[in-house]
């Protein structure tokens, strides 16, 4: 009786013990379900990073072929330029993630397109220019000197709006999902401002409609202007469209799952030349200003600066320094019109490293930004001067200045090069002094050759350069030596650049580093007004004018160091902003970008 009696309890058990295990092995597969579909979107959402970051180098990769003007080795047809490239799974571990990436530039660079204007370049339908801030396509052969602002032979491609561009009545600019058109000349104004701004229709691009001239389209995102009267061609075909130079990049990243599974990242981008001179002044280490004076704007696209004085522009000078060790812009009793820009402190609150005593740094209420005036964002851009060498269409001429005498440049005889300017080097420093006139007539460069002790660039007390007032004339020095411009008196030395243009007066600088007081932009007694731009990314630049003499400089000034010594009246030139500025290799940048998320924005890539 006993011993049958535990056979029911024995069943039981492994009945008990049969659920538990059924129960275990639900919950363990329920597990490693859960735990397969974590790891899935674990590797998703890593593919997904992956693959935006497979869209920027796109984007770095299409910047360095417009810097670099190789597109050469892409696919080409009409106004796109087309480029696809793999990356390996073994360049993201042991993910097994593969990817590749698709590019395509709208209006792409090459020896017609893309080119920053210029007065010497003789010009054809379809070129296509970059010009103070906004794309330009040539439309009619113009005569020479015949800038994009005239609507007879350029036309303006449309173009989210910019607070830096230079506008010009015909301008097509986009804000808020609108269409404006310029009607008075003028820059920062933003639309609808009725003084400068007129509403333009700007519909969706539709097959069935036929387009004249300028109409304005909307499609993917991007405006087009219509190049003719045309029916059913679609944007982006520049035979009948124009736009801004655009980039898309793509991403795809390959997840190493049986389906083979892909995650997209496309992004756009507009580019433009990168600015050298975004900063009245900067200094990749300290700017000083010692005692008292005025940094203030204007625009020189738009005119003289006496009028502007009072306008909202007048208030958009930048002092920056970008020293993160110490002080990086020092303001003693001056007044600033505009901005301070310098790296935060490394410790709480990460106050700007700049210092001031009596100085003053003001806006305009018109312009509607922070009072404070004072920013942790400095940027003071270092570009590559370029090398100055004989081929490649450019002639080099010897110079050779005769004491106590009047030489212009160009000289009879002298070889013109192929881009319209006039190249010119010294085997010694160039030296002017009492009696020594130096008048340029047309674009010259003078390239100073030796370095160090004996590749100097003085103008000292009675010497002189001029640069003539024409369509034409301008100034280009590359030196390696001492900077020493020393005026005297208000006729009769210095540099004087009668064009008022401070694009028309570089001076580049390579010198040796140097700590201390060594290169000079300097007067004394006498006040004296100097229209250009200094460049010396590894110097010491000091400016010098004894009280109660006045040194205005209208332009902008860039290096390792800037100190004012006394009166800093500093006008700087915002058209520089847009400017390319000659014998420096500045790249291209992008000026707007964004990720497109909207099926209707996004493009197919092959």
Avoid at 368 to 380: C, M
Avoid at 558 to 586: C, E, P, W
Wanted: glycine share 8%; aromatic share 10%; with cysteine.
């Amino acid at each position: 009786m006993t011993t049958g009696s535990l056979h029911p309890q024995r069943g039981s058990l492994i009945l008990v013990v049969m659920c538990l295990l059924a129960v275990l092995g639900i919950a363990l597969a329920s597990y490693l379900a859960v735990s397969n579909q974590s790891m899935r979107l674990s590797n998703r959402a890593y593919a997904v990073d992956v693959s935006r970051h497979l869209a920027e180098m796109g984007l770095e990769r299409a910047l360095r072929s417009f810097s670099a003007n190789t597109f050469s080795t892409w696919t080409r047809s009409g106004n796109q330029a087309t480029l696809t490239f793999p990356i390996t799974s073994s360049h993201y571990g042991t993910t097994g993630i593969g990817g590749t990436v698709y590019l395509r530039v709208d209006n792409y660079r090459d020896t017609t397109k893309a080119i920053p204007w210029s007065v010497l370049t003789a010009y054809a339908v379809n070129d296509y220019v970059w010009y103070q801030g906004v794309w330009y396509v040539c439309k009619s052969a113009p005569p020479a000197n015949e800038a994009p602002s005239n609507t007879t032979y350029w036309t303006a491609a449309p173009a989210p709006w910019s607070s830096i561009a230079n506008y010009r009545p015909g301008n097509i600019a986009i804000l808020g999902g609108n269409a404006y058109r310029c009607i008075l000349a003028h820059t920062n104004t933003p639309p609808p401002d009725a003084t400068y701004w007129t509403a333009y229709a700007a519909t969706a691009w539709s097959s069935a409609t036929t387009y004249s001239a300028d109409d304005v389209v909307l499609s993917g995102g991007m405006a087009y202007r219509s190049r003719s009267t045309h029916l059913n061609h679609a944007p982006p075909d520049a035979t009948y469209w124009l736009s801004a130079p655009v980039i898309y990049a793509e991403g795809v990243a390959v997840l190493p799952d049986n389906a083979g599974t892909t995650v997209k990242t496309q992004l756009r981008a507009l580019v433009a030349p990168a600015a050298l001179f975004p900063n009245a002044a900067g200094a990749t280490t300290l700017t000083r200003l010692a005692s008292s004076g005025t940094v203030d704007s204007y625009n020189s696209v738009l005119g003289t600066y006496a009028p502007q004085v009072s306008t909202p522009t007048n208030y958009s000078a930048v002092l920056a320094g970008e020293n993160t060790s110490g002080t990086a812009v020092t303001v003693t009793t001056a007044t600033v019109r505009g901005y301070v820009a310098a790296p935060g402190a490394s410790t709480s609150p990460y106050a700007p490293r700049w210092t001031y005593g009596a100085a003053t740094v003001t806006g305009s209420a018109a312009t509607g930004i922070d009072f404070t005036r004072v920013s942790r964002s400095p940027h003071v851009p270092t570009f590559d001067i370029q090398t100055i060498a004989a081929g490649g269409g450019v002639t080099l001429n010897s110079l050779t200045l005769p004491s106590n005498a009047t030489t212009d440049l160009p000289r009879g005889g002298d070889t013109i090069s192929a881009d319209g300017k006039y190249y010119y080097y010294t085997t010694s420093q160039l030296y002017l002094d009492s009696g020594d006139t130096l008048n340029i007539n047309s674009p010259v460069v003078i390239d100073v050759r030796p370095t160090g002790s004996t590749g100097h660039f003085q103008v000292l007390t009675g010497g002189k350069i001029v640069i003539t007032n024409n369509a034409t004339a301008s100034l280009e020095i590359h030196f390696g030596g001492r900077l020493l411009i020393y005026s005297q008196n208000a006729t009769d030395g210095g540099i004087q650049n009668l064009t008022q243009d401070p694009k028309r007066c570089i001076l580049l600088g390579t010198s040796i580093t140097n700590t201390s007081n060594y290169h000079y932009l300097a007067v004394n007694n006498v006040s004296f007004t100097f229209y250009g731009v200094v460049y010396m990314p590894n110097a010491y630049l000091q400016i010098y004018n004894p009280s109660p003499y006045i040194q205005n400089i209208y332009g902008a000034l860039s290096a390792k160091n800037v100190y004012f010594q006394h009166a800093a009246n500093l006008h700087y030139d915002t058209s520089l902003r847009t400017a390319v500025i000659s014998g420096v290799d500045q790249p291209y940048a992008i000026t707007e970008w964004r990720e497109l998320t909207d099926p209707a924005e996004k493009i197919t890539l092959p």
